[in-house]
């Protein structure tokens, strides 16, 4: 626990002031990402010693909680941020930010309905958030409730038209509701924003896929592979999609490619498709999942 190393101090409250604010100016989570894990611990050590140092105020506390749940999801420490977020709520009880980044924190714990909680609450406090929108918006893709992941991810995109995140979001969802050409719209809308969006390309050529247009979503992965050239998925149903044309060869080098990235990429394809698939049917259809994951396994 990092809590265990800290300990109370008495500063000057200009020189804490100071440090507090400069900690929450330059902190995010991008950041944080960047660190190690000791510079992460020292940060979150530092940030501690503030929060406790008496001369401090509540104001500057709750930001500095928030920065530590940033700093603690950033190592995966889900629970120990919910912690800090909460004891941030505490000071504050309408912190938008703290919710919603609590309903990011249960939503990485699989906790989606806890999640959508937190972000209701947020919303109720500040109903234009476009992070609590889309955050909603993934946890209800994750309970398999499309229809109403949609909803949120428009409310996303009526607050910031160009947030390419919940165009491609939208987009993951209409593909998973089988309603592929709008999907392909709100993917075109998400590389508009962002042409180098790889994660945008890919899914625009799984649905070109679906729709047995197999050129064009060759021509989508390429462009995947462009921005991302180590994009094992992209290079696997690439693959699919040149075996499709009868490009044997051609498939196969590309699947192989795939595999050299990722040797467990065949395995982790077939429980996706399990996955997905589970969300939006019902039993009966077990046999033909099974015949699904089994053509795609001979195909390496």
């Known amino acids: 626990d990092w809590r265990s190393n800290t300990f109370q101090f008495k500063s000057d409250p200009e020189l804490v002031a100071q440090e507090s604010s400069r900690i929450i100016q330059e902190g995010n989570y991008e950041k944080y990402l960047s660190l190690t894990s000791e510079e ?7 940030i501690q010693d503030l929060i406790e140092d008496e001369n401090n105020t509540d104001e500057e506390k709750r930001k500095l909680l928030l920065k530590q ?36 924190a249960l939503s990485d714990l699989g906790r989606y309905e806890e999640a959508i909680a937190a972000y209701d609450q947020a919303l109720e406090i500040k109903p234009d958030d476009h992070y609590a929108w ?79 247009r197999h050129e064009q979503a060759i021509s989508a992965y390429d462009k995947a592979l462009e921005f991302q050239p180590y994009f094992d998925e992209a290079w696997y149903f690439r693959g699919i999609a040149l075996i499709k044309l009868r490009r044997f060869k051609e498939g196969n080098a590309s699947i192989a490619k795939a595999l050299e990235i990722n040797p467990d990429l065949a395995k982790e394809i077939s429980s996706k498709i399990i996955k997905n698939l ?23």
């Not at 589970?278 to 390496?300: A, D, M, S």
């Open 134 to 212: 889309i955050g909603k918006g993934y946890a209800l893709s994750d309970l398999g409730r499309y229809e109403e992941a949609i909803s949120a991810y428009e409310k996303a995109i009526e607050i910031k038209p160009n947030y390419d995140a919940a165009w491609h979001s939208k987009g993951i969802a209409l593909e998973n509701l089988g309603r592929y050409e709008e999907a392909i719209s709100a993917y075109d809308k998400a590389l508009e924003f962002q042409p180098d969006y790889d994660a945008a390309w890919y899914n625009k050529g799984n649905t070109l896929r679906n729709l047995d």
């Open 40 to 46: 992460k611990r020292q940060k979150f050590l530092e």
């Open 278 to 300: 589970l969300t939006k049917i019902t039993w009966y259809k077990l046999k033909e999942i099974f015949t699904k994951v089994l053509r795609i396994i001979r195909l390496r």
């Open 69 to 104: 749940g940033l700093i603690l999801e950033s190592e995966s420490k889900y629970e120990e941020a919910i912690y800090a977020y909460e004891k941030a709520i505490e000071i504050k009880p309408n912190y938008d930010a703290a919710w919603y980044n609590k309903g990011y």
